[in-house]
């Protein structure tokens, strides 16, 4: 059995992909040869050192493969044995990874960033709508003011408010309010902060576990 850290695994995980990758784009396994010469036509070696190359390379790629494997099953049932702790809860790490990339929208996770989807939702919407009640209030102000303006005359003194408060009960009756019942504002900021702390939490505690949990090889 060999002992090692699941940061160590990690990244000898990912230096055998390469490796594994490198070796097979390398590898020779067919060539061709004439009955009159000695050596196959590509490697420029005789047919036996050819065979004992191609050989050789098929059972290193192999032996790579079942080493990645290994360490990658090891890996994986140390995620969903170790648990670590978030302010919003205790989950193993395989949990919090699949959440922190779940988050983040990556690999089989794309699309699937529903909070940060949801407050842009929220942020749209609510920048929507107060552009379109400001526009519709400056459209009511200009209008009350043509009111006003008929009533009194651009160059009238007359002193009488009463015109004015049919007016003015108008432009409180037709004024574009926002419809907020969620405090939109209050909401994107709380979204913002669970997301942001929950992330940092998770990276950090996945990072600590990695660190600090043993596998066995």
């Known amino acids: 059995m060999e002992k090692m850290l699941v940061t160590q695994a990690l990244d000898e995980r990912d230096l055998l992909v390469k490796k594994i990758r490198d070796k097979i784009s390398k590898a020779g396994f067919v060539d061709?040869?004439?009955?009159?010469?000695?050596?196959?036509?590509?490697?420029?070696?005789?047919?036996?050192?050819?065979?004992?190359?191609?050989?050789?390379?098929?059972?290193?790629?192999?032996?790579?493969?079942?080493?990645?494997?290994?360490?990658?099953?090891?890996?994986?049932?140390s995620n969903a044995a170790t648990r670590i702790k978030t302010s919003y809860g205790e989950m193993t790490v395989a949990a919090a990874i699949s959440l922190r990339s779940r988050m983040k929208g990556t690999g089989s996770y794309e699309n699937s960033d529903f909070e940060l989807a949801l407050s842009s939702r929220l942020s749209f919407e609510y920048d929507r709508r107060v552009s379109l009640a400001?526009?519709?209030?400056?459209?009511?102000?200009?209008?009350?003011?043509?009111?006003?303006?008929?009533?009194?005359?651009?160059?009238?003194?007359?002193?009488?408010?009463?015109?004015?408060?049919?007016?003015?009960?108008?432009?409180?009756?037709?004024?574009?309010?926002?419809?907020?019942?969620?405090?939109?504002?209050?909401?994107?900021?709380?979204?913002?902060?669970?997301?942001?702390?929950?992330?940092?939490?998770?990276?950090?505690?996945?990072?600590?576990?990695?660190?600090?949990t043993f596998i066995e090889i």
Not at 32 to 61: G, H, L, W
Not at 63 to 68: A, G, M, T
Not at 164 to 180: H, I, K, W
């Open 32 to 77: 061709t040869v004439k009955p009159n010469e000695e050596k196959v036509f590509d490697a420029r070696v005789t047919r036996e050192e050819f065979a004992k190359s191609a050989q050789s390379a098929y059972q290193q790629i192999l032996d790579l493969i079942e080493r990645f494997q290994k360490i990658d099953a090891a890996i994986v049932a």
């Open 134 to 212: 400001d526009t519709k209030n400056k459209q009511l102000q200009a209008t009350a003011e043509n009111m006003r303006l008929s009533i009194l005359g651009k160059d009238s003194k007359v002193k009488d408010e009463k015109p004015l408060e049919v007016v003015e009960a108008y432009v409180r009756e037709n004024t574009t309010e926002l419809v907020d019942p969620l405090d939109v504002q209050k909401k994107i900021a709380q979204l913002k902060e669970k997301r942001d702390t929950l992330l940092s939490e998770l990276d950090t505690q996945i990072k600590v576990s990695n660190a600090t």
